[in-house]
């Protein structure tokens, strides 16, 4: 196919996208199949369907886009073992540069963009924790999207200390069910990923003793191990030593010397 044929065929997928799993691997194998000849040009359209789709569509293209990520990882990997390996990031580098224009256009401000908040969220954590893309980056844009539902916030008290003001429009019915059913179908899936662990994608086959493995820190990126993911992931959500704790360790302590 010639590289126009090939951007229609994916416009169209991406038009007929839902939250279903058998419709986002259309488009994800779609999309790593002509990286190569078209990859820029595929995401070109990708951003485009993010600014032009509705508020639904949208937020189907950011869950296409998680598993996307994770195919390219895997390609990335796969090239990785191979006698001549690519170092091909695929679609990792194009979204770590556009995340926040997706999100943007993902969860817009105002009231229109509140039904994706939450989900968006979840992905970005997800991807934060498994070192998707750069946590920093990923603590950014949560930061501004917490800003952006203070400010709605407030927004929501203006209204109702002045009821003359008139309310954004909802959505229509059937819209409102269709939602429904695709975050039930969203959330079905995210469930079922969220006991995985990150996974290296550059430890060597022999897998060696945790107590030899070799220490990497955040900034590695690409050659950071899961160990040290996993760590990190525990660590933060820990919280300091206290006076609980210490409660805690003199009860075990009456209860081994009892």
Not at 107 to 130: C, D, F, Y
Request: glycine share 4%; hydrophobic share 35%; proline share 5%.
């Amino acid at each position: 196919m010639d590289p126009f044929e090939v951007r229609m065929q994916f416009l169209n997928l991406l038009r007929r996208l839902n939250a279903t799993q058998q419709s986002i691997q259309k488009v994800v194998a779609f999309a790593v199949k002509n990286f190569k000849p078209c990859g820029e040009d595929l995401w070109d359209c990708i951003v485009e369907e993010c600014q032009k789709g509705s508020i639904n569509s949208r937020i189907n293209i950011l869950y296409c886009l998680d598993s996307l990520c994770e195919m390219s990882l895997l390609v990335k990997s796969h090239s990785n073992t191979t006698a001549h390996p690519s170092g091909n990031n695929q679609y990792l580098d194009f979204v770590a540069r556009d995340i926040g224009k997706i999100v943007e256009n993902v969860v817009p401000p105002g009231r229109e963009g509140l039904p994706n908040l939450v989900s968006t969220r979840q992905i970005l954590e997800s991807w934060k924790a498994k070192r998707t893309i750069d946590p920093e980056v990923i603590d950014q844009i949560l930061a501004l999207l917490s800003t952006r539902k203070q400010q709605r916030n407030d927004k929501e008290k203006e209204k109702d200390k002045d009821p003359s003001r008139k309310r954004s429009a909802h959505l229509p019915r059937h819209e409102i069910f269709k939602r429904i059913e695709e975050d039930r179908e969203r959330h079905k899936r995210l469930r079922e990923r969220r006991w995985v662990q990150p996974i290296s994608y550059n430890v060597p086959a022999s897998q060696q003793l945790l107590t030899f493995m070799p220490f990497t820190e955040r900034g590695d990126g690409e050659f950071e191990l899961s160990i040290d993911v996993e760590f990190d992931n525990e660590w933060e959500a820990t919280s300091d030593w206290n006076e609980d704790d210490e409660e805690a360790c003199a009860e075990e302590n009456a209860l081994c010397f009892a």
